[in-house]
Structures are given as C-alpha cells and as structure tokens.
C-alpha cells in the first residue's frame, strides 16, 4: 500500500496592496491633517463659540453703545433718532462728579448710600450663611428638610419675594406692624417702612433675606471638603469651638470666601430689581440706590447722556475695586502659602 499523499498547506494569503491616492490635479500634494494636539485644543474653543457671539450680543455691544450715548448730548429732543444728538465730550462726566452742584450732589449721597447698604447685606449675609452652613454639618432629624426651607429665598422669583415684602411693609395692616406694635407692643404706633428713613431697614432685611441662603448654600459646599480627621485630632487636643473655627474652618474656607464676598458685593452693589418693586420708579432718599438713582437720571428726567455717564463711571469704579480685591487676596494667599 502506497502512503497518502500530503496536503499542500493553503497559500499564505497576501494582504492587498494600499492604493496611493492620486495626487490633486493640480500637481502639488494634499494638506497634511492638523496634528491631534492642535485638534484637541480647537475643539474647545469651536463649542464655545456660538455663546461668545450671544455673549457679544447680549453684553458688549450694549455696553459699547452706552459709552458713546455718555458722550452725546442725548435728551428727550433726540430720542426718536438718538444717532443725530450732538457730541458734547465730557461734559455729562464733568456734571455727574461737580459734587457742589445739585446732581453731583444727589448722585455722591446715592453712592454713599450704596456702600454702607452693600456692607452692611454683604456682612450679614456672609455671617448668616456661615452660621447656618456650620450648623447644618451636625446630624439630626430633619436636616433635610431644613436645607431646603434655608433655600426657599433664593429659589423664589425676585419680583414675586419683594412685592410680598411689599404687603407685609404695609402702614395699615402689614404683618411688620402688626408683629411689632400689635404683638410685641415695641414700638408706640405702626411704622412707615417703605417711605422716610426706615425704608432703609426695610431694603436692607429683604437683601439679606433674598441673598443669605447663596452664602449658606456655597460655604455648606466649601465644607464638605475638609476632612473630619482635622476636627477630631484638633478635639482631642483640647481645642474647643471657637478655636476649631478660627484655626480649621476658616483658614480652610479661605479661598470659598474670597470668591463670595466678591460675587455678593458685585450683586449687591448692582441691584435694581429689589429697590425698583420695594419703592417704585422714586425711591426715598434715605435708600436711594445707584442703580435706581441712574435709572432715574436716565428714564424721569430724560437725560440720557448724563444716565449713561454715570453708569460708566460705575462700571469703572467696579472695575477697580474689583481688581484692587483681587491683588489683595492674590498676594494674601501667596503670603499664607509660604
């Protein structure tokens, strides 16, 4: 018997070739492909383009025209057709910082106004904030719930809050007065809260009601990120309360608060909204804002230059403050560093 003949083994099977593309018709070669690096960093930047036009939309081009609105002479007489006023250089600046006369006069007593009220909210809404979100870091029954009762004020609507503020204020039958004279009998008849100097005080505590709970709500966040070790280690050292706060929770909350108080005075110092539904188109003088104070140089006297002016002049002066602030913190923070 003759032994089976071996299979040949399959043929090796060959990869077909790649076909080179052919060159452009041209003659020269085609673009190389951008490297991935330069892909990856433009990408970014291609998405966030359509918000920076709406950016450049919504914000600059506003704010380009209001500058050259502050250095014409735009009144009533000119408000069909605001392009025609004629240019009057800076004369609207020079009649919004001439302090002996009467407008310069109102617009320094408006933001003198101004600063004592933004210190004054940005203050008590900071220590209110903190206090609270200190608080909330204990465990008990219905921590919960009260999370979200602290946030009620800042979920609200601005204009719904205020004109309940509003009713409340009321001479006749608010429930201010009525807790306070009726009540409490702490005061010998009802006050006038929206008019006179307590409007004030009235401002004040709807400002600080409205924007404590952003404060609780960003420092209960900035303390979740320090670790409970730093508290027991300090306990059981014989530190006590007031020492674990000055020497853990606000060395640690340092770079939270910094961002805050800036964010709460830039707020503060620019609001509109709660004068405007606390006290109408007028506010009284003792809580004559900036804002409302612009708003009525601009839109009851018809003067719209000198409104535009002196929203510039505001514009800088954030600018500064805002700067100076940030210098100060950079260097403070470096200096804490080392």
């Not at 109408?280 to 009525?296: F, K, W």
Request: aromatic share 12%.
């Amino acid at each position: 018997a003759t032994p089976p003949t071996p299979t040949p083994p399959p043929p090796h099977p060959t990869r077909p070739r790649a076909r080179r593309p052919h060159p452009p018709r041209g003659g020269g070669r085609p673009p190389p492909p951008p490297p991935p690096r330069i892909r990856r960093i433009g990408l970014p930047y291609l998405l966030l383009l359509p918000a920076l036009l709406l950016e450049l939309l919504v914000h600059l081009v506003p704010m380009v025209i209001g500058i050259v609105m502050s250095f014409k002479e735009l009144t009533q007489f000119y408000i069909r057709d605001w392009g025609t006023a004629p240019w009057s250089g800076l004369d609207n600046y020079k009649v919004s910082v001439d302090f002996s006369a009467p407008v310069g006069k109102a617009l320094l007593h408006s933001f003198m106004v101004t600063v004592g009220f933004t210190l004054l909210s940005v203050g008590l809404c900071w220590l209110i904030g903190t206090a609270a979100a200190i608080y909330m870091q204990d465990t008990f029954r219905g921590r919960g719930l009260l999370r979200a009762l602290f946030l009620v004020p800042y979920a609200l609507p601005v204009y719904a809050a205020v004109i309940t503020w509003v009713f409340m204020f009321q001479h006749d039958n608010g429930l201010v007065n009525h807790v306070l004279h009726d009540q409490l009998h702490l005061t010998d008849k009802p006050s006038f809260w929206l008019i006179g100097d307590n409007s004030f005080y009235a401002l004040l505590v709807v400002s600080v009601w409205k924007g404590w709970p952003f404060a609780f709500l960003i420092i209960m966040a900035g303390l979740q990120n320090i670790p409970g070790e730093l508290y027991e280690a300090a306990a059981l050292d014989g530190a006590g309360l007031w020492q674990q706060l000055r020497r853990i929770t606000l060395p640690s909350l340092r770079a939270v608060n910094q961002v805050l108080i800036l964010v709460l005075f830039l707020w503060t110092f620019n609001d509109f909204n709660t004068p405007f539904v606390l006290f109408g188109r007028t506010a009284p003088e003792s809580a004559d804002l900036i804002s409302v104070h612009i708003y009525q140089a601009s839109f009851v006297t018809w003067n719209f230059g000198t409104g535009s002016a002196m929203s510039v002049l505001l514009l800088l002066f954030l600018l500064v403050v805002t700067g100076a602030y940030l210098l100060l913190t950079s260097r403070g923070r470096k200096t804490a560093d080392v």
